[in-house]
């Protein structure tokens, strides 16, 4: 059974930054695309970033945005310490939502709990 857990959330002014981190519960080697996800109150939840193993090409782990945040956000991975990083910067209020990591091992998809996200204007 595969955990994920997220922590680095909080309340931030905009303008501002914050670092998310999703950690695993066994060897990130194992797993293929890491993604975190966001959803805001009353809203469906959205897709905002993707990692990949970085073991298919020569340039190491690709990454892909949604493009409300290209530009600001930053995804990376660190498979020795089993963990998938979100860089947030020049958060705007419209930020605010609860975010989650995921992963789909052996298709299964997990999920973490989630961190809180809200950037004050």
């Known amino acids: 059974q595969v955990q994920l857990v997220e922590s680095g959330g909080g309340l931030v002014q905009a303008g501002g930054s914050l670092t998310l981190s999703c950690a695993a519960s066994?060897?990130?080697?194992?797993?293929?695309?890491i993604l975190w996800y966001r959803q805001a109150p009353g809203q469906k939840r959205e897709w905002v970033a993707t990692?990949?193993?970085?073991?298919?090409?020569?340039?190491?782990?690709?990454?892909d945005y949604a493009a409300s945040v290209e530009g600001r956000f930053t995804i990376s991975r660190d498979n020795n310490k089993n963990t998938v990083y979100l860089q947030m910067n020049n958060l705007k209020p419209e930020d605010t939502a609860v975010y989650y990591c995921n992963t789909n091992y052996q298709y299964r998809d997990y999920w973490g709990q989630g961190t809180q996200v809200t950037v004050s204007s």
């Open positions: 066994q060897s990130m080697f194992d797993f293929n695309d």
């Open positions: 990692v990949s193993n970085g073991f298919t090409g020569f340039t190491g782990a690709d990454s």
